[in-house]
């Protein structure tokens, strides 16, 4: 009996809640919203801010130093279009001079040939913003182009950098470039990209998300693959602006290359724009089918890889000597006067083989990069570590090391060693690439195929 008065009340107390629960729902008056506080801009009614945004060179050379925005307590992230009233957050204990209102830039993809370098004025540096075009991924990455336009008018040269994401020598190269611009002294335009592949570099990797390497699929295709569509809106929005292109990158999968350009030397409008690096290392090689060089080429914008370095670090020598060679060449092209650059050397031509390792082990090298090595001359020792039983890779002809795998396990058949040999223009060969094999990007890595560029 006590048991049952016990429910009762329990009872009741639960319909007595759930009552008041509901006629709160019900009766519920909507409320207006709150005046925003003086300091509070309300932005509901802003269009979005079209790009590109141009800045002066006196801003981005920090003549005079910029303001500092005050330490961000309040931030109105709402897009205008979506919600009526802005979300502020903390307002209350904050003194209204230290609350910014800051509007996130709204990115607008730049469609196809839409960089639009006409319309910039002479003599100024820009930051532009190149879409994928498409939204891949709900919400695209927008690729920043910086944007040298000289006073002058004059060729517009590319550099671009990162078409492998984990290629970090080139982004810092065009940094340096790019900012070491007096635009008041420059004939033509040059257009920096300094990361490519951003889906690559936020990864620490040279593929797209995918794992499909971005420079197999130049010039793209608009209903391909996620490669494909990138390469084709990437190729049309902002190469076809060019008149001669530098693509950067480095050595792969623990490789490391001395400045080296890679040229098709059978082109000769190619072969006109290698004599303008000074004394960089030239090396005959077609560019594979998909590669951002041989598309460009192939429509008639003359195109080397210039090749510095290691992945996945930052070398000030690669660095260095890439952003010397890019000024040699502006001087050359009569873009950009002499500052401290190279003479123009006559041009040494040289066609290349890789050293394999035979037996699997410790590599350990015995040369530098770059050093001119005689028939015979000791390249480095391959170890393995439970026999003990060593190999010698000897250097099987005269000739210089432009590239070498960094000291490693490796496995037999390991491209171990990257020896060039000076040779006549007109005796070049083309030799068949590995990259055209097939092999699928594991494989290639753990067989140590060389797929540098
Ligand atoms: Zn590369």
Same mark, same amino acid.
């Given at each position: 009996m006590?048991?049952?008065?016990e429910?009762?009340?329990?009872?009741?107390?639960?319909?007595?809640l759930?009552?008041?629960?509901?006629?709160?729902?019900?009766?519920?008056?909507?409320?207006?919203?709150?005046?925003?506080?003086?300091?509070?801009?309300?932005?509901?009614?802003?269009?979005?801010?079209?790009?590109?945004?141009?800045?002066?060179?006196?801003?981005?050379?920090?003549?005079?130093?910029?303001e500092?925005?005050?330490?961000?307590?309040?931030?109105?992230i709402s897009?205008?279009e979506?919600?009526?009233?802005?979300?502020?957050?903390?307002?209350?204990?904050v003194?209204?001079?230290?609350i910014?209102?800051?509007?996130?830039?709204?990115?607008?993809?730049?469609?196809?040939?839409?960089?639009?370098?006409e319309?910039?004025?002479?003599?100024?540096?820009?930051?532009?913003?190149?879409?994928?075009?498409?939204?891949?991924?709900?919400?695209?990455?927008?690729?920043p182009?910086?944007?040298?336009?000289?006073?002058?008018?004059?060729?517009?040269?590319?550099?671009?950098a990162?078409?492998?994401g984990?290629?970090?020598?080139?982004?810092?190269?065009?940094?340096?470039?790019?900012?070491?611009i007096?635009?008041?002294?420059?004939?033509?335009?040059?257009?920096?990209?300094?990361?490519?592949?951003?889906?690559?570099f936020? $990864?620490?990797?040279?593929?797209l998300?995918?794992?499909?390497?971005?420079?197999?699929?130049?010039?793209?295709?608009?209903?391909?693959s996620?490669?494909? $569509?990138?390469?084709?809106?990437f190729?049309?929005?902002?190469?076809k602006?060019?008149?001669?292109?530098?693509?950067?990158?480095?050595?792969?999968?623990?490789?490391?290359?001395?400045?080296?350009?890679?040229?098709?030397?059978?082109?000769?409008?190619?072969?006109?724009l290698?004599?303008?690096?000074?004394?960089?290392?030239?090396?005959?090689?077609?560019?594979?089918?998909g590669?951002?060089?041989?598309?460009?080429?192939?429509?008639?914008?003359?195109?080397?890889?210039?090749?510095?370095?290691e992945?996945?670090?930052?070398?000030?020598e690669?660095?260095?000597?890439?952003?010397?060679?890019?000024?040699?060449?502006?001087?050359t092209l009569?873009?950009?006067?002499?500052?401290?650059?190279?003479?123009n050397?006559?041009?040494?031509?040289?066609?290349?083989r890789?050293? $394999?390792?035979?037996?699997?082990?410790?590599?350990?090298s $015995?040369?530098?990069?770059g050093?001119?090595?005689?028939?015979?001359?000791?390249?480095?020792?391959?170890?393995?570590?439970?026999?003990n039983?060593?190999?010698?890779?000897?250097?099987?002809?005269?000739?210089?090391?432009?590239?070498?795998?960094?000291?490693?396990?490796?496995m037999?058949?390991?491209?171990?060693?990257?020896?060039?040999a000076?040779?006549d223009?007109?005796?070049?060969?083309?030799?068949?690439?590995?990259?055209?094999?097939?092999?699928?990007?594991?494989?290639?890595?753990?067989?140590g195929?060389?797929?540098?560029?």
């Amino acid at each position: 009996m006590r048991a049952r008065t016990e429910y009762l009340v329990l009872g009741g107390l639960t319909l007595g809640l759930l009552s008041f629960f509901f006629a709160g729902q019900w009766f519920a008056i909507p409320t207006e919203p709150e005046p925003l506080p003086e300091a509070l801009t309300d932005i509901s009614h802003l269009e979005p801010q079209p790009l590109p945004i141009v800045f002066s060179d006196a801003q981005w050379r920090a003549e005079k130093p910029i303001e500092p925005i005050p330490d961000v307590v309040a931030l109105i992230i709402s897009p205008p279009e979506r919600l009526a009233v802005p979300s502020i957050i903390e307002t209350d204990a904050v003194p209204e001079e230290d609350i910014a209102v800051i509007e996130l830039p709204q990115y607008t993809p730049v469609a196809h040939d839409s960089l639009d370098l006409e319309g910039l004025a002479a003599g100024t540096f820009s930051q532009l913003n190149w879409g994928a075009g498409e939204t891949m991924y709900g919400a695209s990455i927008p690729t920043p182009i910086l944007v040298a336009k000289g006073e002058t008018d004059g060729p517009t040269l590319c550099v671009t950098a990162a078409v492998h994401g984990d290629e970090l020598n080139g982004i810092e190269s065009v940094r340096e470039l790019m900012y070491s611009i007096n635009t008041r002294k420059l004939k033509g335009t040059l257009i920096g990209v300094p990361i490519v592949n951003i889906q690559g570099f936020q $990864r620490h990797s040279r593929y797209l998300s995918d794992r499909r390497d971005l420079n197999r699929f130049f010039p793209g295709n608009p209903r391909g693959s996620v490669a494909g $569509r990138m390469a084709h809106s990437f190729f049309h929005g902002v190469i076809k602006n060019c008149d001669k292109l530098v693509d950067l990158h480095t050595g792969s999968f623990h490789r490391t290359n001395l400045p080296q350009l890679r040229a098709d030397l059978h082109n000769e409008a190619v072969v006109d724009l290698t004599k303008g690096f000074g004394t960089t290392t030239i090396l005959h090689s077609s560019g594979g089918p998909g590669t951002l060089r041989r598309a460009a080429s192939d429509v008639g914008i003359p195109s080397v890889t210039l090749e510095a370095g290691e992945p996945l670090r930052l070398q000030e020598e690669a660095v260095e000597h890439t952003v010397k060679a890019i000024f040699t060449l502006m001087d050359t092209l009569k873009m950009y006067s002499k500052r401290s650059i190279w003479g123009n050397p006559e041009p040494t031509y040289y066609s290349s083989r890789w050293i $394999r390792a035979d037996q699997g082990g410790i590599l350990l090298s $015995r040369v530098k990069l770059g050093r001119q090595v005689k028939q015979g001359t000791l390249l480095g020792t391959v170890t393995d570590p439970i026999t003990n039983e060593r190999v010698e890779i000897t250097a099987p002809f005269t000739a210089r090391v432009i590239g070498m795998a960094v000291n490693q396990f490796v496995m037999p058949g390991y491209a171990t060693f990257h020896l060039a040999a000076e040779t006549d223009i007109e005796d070049v060969v083309d030799e068949p690439e590995e990259h055209e094999l097939g092999v699928d990007v594991a494989a290639a890595n753990s067989m140590g195929i060389e797929r540098s560029e």
